[in-house]
């Protein structure tokens, strides 16, 4: 008989795992892969992380299901004033969700409501969910889209700045991008009808393209200059992905909402948007809400993350595997000249692949993906809108000896493929 399962979702691979541990997923046959894609960037803790799983376990014998509407359970509070702990300036008041595009949505409406107006200005590239606002959002692939238009109005797209794949210098792609929100501004969505711009730090789908400092900066200046909030789409690149807690700390720019999901509970589906109190004030009670919203099994594991994430040398190892990552990239780049870019704070590391006439390589990334899978047993993922970029983010406890193991399975791969 065939399966009852949807055919809906894409595979990276149909390896048929039956447990995680840290690093390492493992199949129903006993085979062990060194899984680099982290669930998508989720399992930043590794799999099943010890503290994790305590945590769950005993929060599932105390509360499955305590609905934030019918009653508070002591976790929501206790997660929220964690997060302020650790969230950009000002972030100190917080509304739970389940899944990143959830949490995305409810930073639309909270900036909906907080400023009384319509529109929201997104950034070529960028990926932001599934729901049809998200998907509106969207625009990292158009397969993300076709089939369901039309789609919600009032989402103005903007360019992200791209200097290596446009040959420019940096200064000279960040002008041209501001350029064009301003020429969007004056054509499009006027100030006074504009809400908020949703930006991700580092474009994730989009191909780990992190967002230069100063065109960062020059948007935030805009959002203060015409009163629109600048929201943050960390659920990609939040909870130690990038080597900070989140990855706007680094490009000095206080956001005014924060998104996050995905790293924020090793795995277990909760989200949050976060933002000051004083805005979070302008959002009417029962303006918004969901059933599922603050599980609290969910914020036991998100406390538990949490405290894996901020133990001393956590952060420390992010930062020093990222190097070692990018760092032994760029030396297969000077034999592998169809790698042009290798890039990315942290552990969100992009290395994009160009052909010999320097267009994008998709057929090669998924040819040097499925050779570190079958011969490396090394899960890899790609992203940008060609298709022709690695994803290289693995769980942020990666060891020193689990990064060279997949550099020489890439570098196998990229032998056998050329
Ligand atoms: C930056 C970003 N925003 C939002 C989402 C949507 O999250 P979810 O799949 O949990 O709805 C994703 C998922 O990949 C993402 O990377």
Not at 50 to 61: D, E, F, M, N
Not at 121 to 126: D, E, I, N
Request: a negative charge; hydrophobic letters at 45%.
């Amino acid at each position: 008989m065939g399966s009852h399962l949807a055919d809906v979702w894409f595979q990276v691979t149909d390896l048929p795992v039956v447990s995680g541990s840290g690093c390492i997923v493992t199949t129903a046959d006993g085979t062990e892969y060194l899984d680099f894609t982290s669930g998508i960037a989720v399992t930043s803790t590794g799999h099943c992380h010890p503290t994790v799983v305590a945590a769950i376990q005993a929060q599932a014998a105390r509360f499955i299901h305590a609905q934030v509407n019918c009653y508070r359970h002591p976790l929501l509070e206790q997660l929220a004033e964690r997060l302020a702990g650790i969230s950009p300036s000002g972030i100190d008041t917080f509304f739970f969700a389940n899944s990143g595009a959830e949490a995305t949505e409810a930073a639309v409406k909270l900036a909906k409501h907080a400023t009384g107006r319509p529109n929201i200005v997104v950034f070529q590239g960028s990926f932001h969910g599934r729901s049809h606002l998200t998907m509106a959002m969207t625009t990292s692939k158009t397969g993300y889209r076709a089939g369901y238009q039309p789609l919600p109005s009032g989402v103005f797209v903007t360019p992200f700045p791209h200097a290596v794949r446009d040959g420019l210098a940096e200064d000279e792609a960040v002008g041209r991008a501001l350029d064009a929100f301003d020429l969007l501004l004056a054509t499009q969505t006027a100030p006074s009808e504009t809400a908020a711009i949703v930006m991700e730090p580092v474009l994730g789908e989009g191909g780990y393209l992190p967002a230069p400092a100063a065109f960062a900066q020059g948007i935030k200046a805009r959002c203060e200059q015409h009163g629109f909030l600048y929201v943050a789409d960390e659920v990609q690149s939040g909870f130690g992905r990038t080597g900070a807690m989140f990855a706007i700390d680094a490009l000095g720019v206080v956001p005014d909402v924060v998104i996050m999901a995905k790293g924020i509970a090793s795995g277990f589906p909760i989200s949050a948007i976060g933002a000051s109190a004083e805005l979070v004030r302008r959002w009417a009670t029962g303006a918004h809400g969901g059933t599922y919203g603050g599980n609290p099994i969910g914020c036991a594991a998100a406390l538990a993350t949490i405290d894996v994430l901020t133990a001393p040398g956590f952060m420390e190892n992010v930062n020093a595997r990222g190097e070692q990552l990018r760092s032994g990239l760029r030396s297969l780049a000077v034999a592998h000249p169809e790698i042009i870019d290798v890039r990315g704070p942290g552990l969100m590391v992009g290395c994009e692949l160009v052909d010999a006439n320097g267009a994008p390589n998709a057929a090669r990334v998924a040819a040097v993906t499925a050779h570190c899978r079958d011969e490396g047993h090394l899960l890899l993922m790609n992203a940008g809108s060609g298709g022709n970029v690695v994803r290289w983010m693995p769980p942020l406890i990666v060891s020193e000896a689990e990064i060279d193991q997949a550099l020489a399975a890439f570098e196998a791969a990229l032998v056998a493929t050329s």
